[in-house]
């Protein structure tokens, strides 16, 4: 995957238009909703991010089309058997904390995403990925500057990443064929 989304070109993004969402939650709630909605279109989530957008306006125009942009490469992401999905959120070039607390934003949004519909689910896997969400989306990201927590928070966020993986895997498995094991030999 060549086409990455910047965190820090994106973050500002819906400061141009009317919500309360932080560009990592609204990223969360995009990837949570996907996880249950397999349909799922750029109006749905808009529809849950936003209060109103007046595409009239060149600002707000211009907004859309970037929230588009990370609709499509999430989607994107998601759905790529190479596991370059990334979560929205500030990279390791910025403070720690602002880190930790778009991680926190991230995974309060997803489980946002996740609770628009209806979690059909009874693996356990994906049922304590979802609880360990919550437990990170509860955080103190007060986190001190030092190298055990970059590395502690590095952790996390890949546990994250994966989890998002996992969890889509569980409610939505590949459309892939499955090549049974005798076919192999």
């Known amino acids: 995957m060549n086409n990455q ?25 995009l990837c949570g909703f996907a996880c249950v909605k397999p349909d799922l279109n750029l109006d749905d989530w808009l529809n849950e991010i ?9 600002t707000e125009k211009s907004a859309h089309e970037e929230l588009a942009q990370i609709f499509n490469e999430t989607l994107s992401q998601l759905n790529d058997e190479t ?20 991680l ?17 689910t009874t693996d356990d896997d994906a049922l304590e990925m979802i609880k360990d969400f919550s437990e990170i989306s509860k955080l103190d990201a007060e ?8 590395q502690d928070l590095n952790e996390i ?3 994250v990443r994966m989890g998002t993986l996992l969890i889509q895997e569980t409610l939505q ?3 892939q064929d499955y090549i049974s094991p005798e076919t192999l030999h």
């Open 5 to 29: 989304l910047d965190y820090d070109s994106l973050k500002s993004t819906l400061h141009k238009l009317n919500t309360d969402d932080t560009i990592s939650s609204a990223h969360g709630i």
């Open 50 to 58: 936003l209060v109103s957008i007046d595409l009239s306006n060149i």
């Open 83 to 102: 596991l370059e999905f990334q979560l929205l959120i500030a990279d390791e070039d910025s403070r720690l904390g602002e880190q930790a607390n778009t």
């Open 104 to 120: 926190i934003e991230w995974c309060q949004g997803y489980l946002v995403g996740l609770g628009l519909q209806k979690v059909s």
């Open 143 to 150: 986190l001190l500057d030092n190298e055990q927590n970059a």
């Open 157 to 159: 966020i890949e546990f």
């Open 173 to 175: 498995p590949s459309k």
